[in-house]
């Protein structure tokens, strides 16, 4: 059974910062691309951020570019997502997913397995 549990949300000032972890079970880890989401409150789910199994390609949303960084480590089974200069519209439930194939890739729904989410709230 593959089990992907977020942790790291919280409150934060615009302005701070917050690492995301995800820890994945049940996946071969290092052939599998993973990616964060996230979805506010009457909006669609959008995509913050994707990185390949080897980690050599990385692909960002353009409301995060230069703001937002994932990386990954397989031997922990881990991907991460370190966020900077946080705004209050970054307040939305992030997700991590990963794909049973290494290519990374935007798009909702070529994912194939999803974890229960993380709240990120950025007062102003």
């Known amino acids: 059974q593959v089990q992907l549990v977020e942790s790291g949300g919280g409150l934060v000032q615009a302005g701070g910062s917050l690492r995301l972890s995800c820890a994945v079970s049940?996946?071969?880890?290092?052939?599998?691309?993973m990616g964060w989401f996230r979805q506010a409150p009457g909006k669609d789910r959008e995509f913050i951020a994707a990185?390949?199994?080897?980690?050599?390609?990385?692909y960002y949303g353009d409301s995060v570019k230069g703001r937002f960084t994932i990386s990954r480590d397989n031997a922990k089974n881990s991907v991460y997502l370190q966020m900077n200069n946080l705004k209050p519209d970054d307040t939305a439930v992030y997700s991590c997913a990963g794909r049973r194939s290494s290519a990374a890739l935007i798009t909702v729904a070529r994912y194939d397995y999803w974890g229960q989410g993380t709240q990120v709230t950025v007062s102003s």
């Open positions: 990185i390949s199994g080897s980690c050599a390609t990385t």
């Open positions: 049940g996946l071969t880890f290092g052939t599998s691309a």
